[in-house]
């Protein structure tokens, strides 16, 4: 079968094209990890947006199309936690009716097992599911939400098993937290086809009081297991791969790394985020997004042409590269959460 070429991509003012959207489909979530949603602020109290500000499924898929025919290339459902929006196969069906993306969704795993099969069967790709630690304290500590390791295990087995994978599994490391999972996971996943990505601690939004001591250096993880079990790097998939890959020499599979904190990778990122309620961001630690909703719902003003003009007008002014120019002032400036805008 002959591949279909993709539509040029739109260039933003650092000469980066637009690939990658990611689109938040609810910003609500049944876990509480501490680095993201802390209890503290997401409680009880917490005001979630109301369904008349949410994207219908029709709305996101028009946007999605819209986004393909200005060159992106690949599509991740993600949130909050993407599993609890109802009837998101309805969604992942009209989106898989897109010719010749990568459709993918990342989750914390703990619907999976039951929703697996139906994902699969709706046009699903692959899935990235995060479990930052496999010993259950640890995992409760961080969840703060008493779900257990053997829900998420088992959303990963089902996922594998209907042919979701090979699934990268997400792994947070804090300083002082869950460093020991370090080995834990590589041991448990060694092997498998699955690979394990250790995330440096982000201070994405304003809520989860990140501080550089807490941040474990990405060379300091690929030391720690090479230590174990030596690895090689590997060359990148593609242009703006956003972990870096490295290899078991003894043939035993991969892990990768992603650092946002101490390698900045700003300089190929070619990723855009579309929140719940349909703004858009160009960063993932932006301070406001360009709200795209209020043209989607004017029904003088909306058209094919009108929606891919405003995505080239924004995207063609675009000079985020926050990770490069990190300090500890713009680290405490205010910035959107993280479980809003769509990991
Ligand atoms: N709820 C889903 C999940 O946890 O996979 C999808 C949304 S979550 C925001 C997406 C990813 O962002 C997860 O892998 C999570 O671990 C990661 N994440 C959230 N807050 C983070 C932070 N402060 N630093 C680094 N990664 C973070
Ligand atoms: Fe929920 Fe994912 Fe954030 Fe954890 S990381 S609180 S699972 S959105
Ligand atoms: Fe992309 Fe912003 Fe992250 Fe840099 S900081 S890689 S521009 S999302």
Redesign the pocket.
């Known amino acids: 079968m002959t591949k279909l070429k993709h539509p040029p991509s739109i260039i933003d003012k650092l000469g980066r094209p637009l690939r990658d959207l990611r689109i938040s489909v609810t910003d609500r979530?049944n876990?509480r990890?501490t680095?993201?949603m802390p209890r503290e602020i997401f409680g009880s109290e917490y005001v979630f947006l109301p369904h008349k500000e949410i994207l219908s499924f029709e709305e996101i898929t028009l946007i999605a199309k819209s986004f393909v025919a200005n060159g992106v290339q690949k599509i991740r459902l993600?949130?909050?936690?993407?599993l609890l929006r109802r009837d998101l196969d309805r969604l992942v069906a009209q989106l898989a009716t897109i010719p010749n993306i990568d459709l993918s969704l990342?989750?914390?795993?703990s619907l999976l097992a039951k929703r697996a099969q139906s994902l699969k069967d709706a046009g699903l790709q692959r899935v990235?599911?995060?479990l930052?630690a496999l010993d259950e304290p640890t995992f409760k500590r961080m969840n703060d939400a008493d779900y257990p390791v053997s829900r998420v295990l088992e959303g990963i087995e089902a996922a594998d098993a209907v042919g979701l994978g090979p699934i990268k599994v997400?792994?947070?490391i804090q300083r002082g937290v869950n460093e020991h999972a370090i080995l834990e996971l590589v041991q448990h996943f060694r092997g498998s086809p699955h690979i394990v990505r250790f995330?440096?601690?982000?201070?994405?939004?304003s809520t989860?009081g990140?501080n550089l001591e807490q941040v474990v250096p990405s060379q300091e993880v690929i030391n720690r297991i090479s230590d174990q079990f030596p690895l090689e790097s590997l060359q990148p998939l593609y242009q703006g791969e956003v972990a870096q890959r490295w290899r078991y020499k003894d043939g035993s599979g991969e892990v990768g790394v992603i650092s946002?904190v101490t390698q900045a990778f700003c300089s190929t990122c070619s990723r855009l985020r579309l929140s719940t309620d349909g703004h858009l961001f160009t960063c993932l630690f932006a301070q406001q997004g360009h709200d795209m909703r209020t043209l989607l719902r004017d029904p003088l003003n909306i058209s094919e042409e009108a929606l891919s003009n405003w995505i080239q007008q924004k995207w063609s002014q675009r000079e985020d590269r926050y990770s490069e120019i990190r300090t500890t002032d713009t680290a405490r400036q205010k910035k959107i959460e993280?479980?809003y805008i769509?990991?």
């Open positions: 979530c876990f990890c680095y993201c993600t949130g909050g936690e993407p990342t989750t914390n795993g990235t599911v995060s930052d997400n792994a947070v995330i440096e601690f982000m201070d994405v939004g989860n990140w946002s993280m479980s769509g990991g």
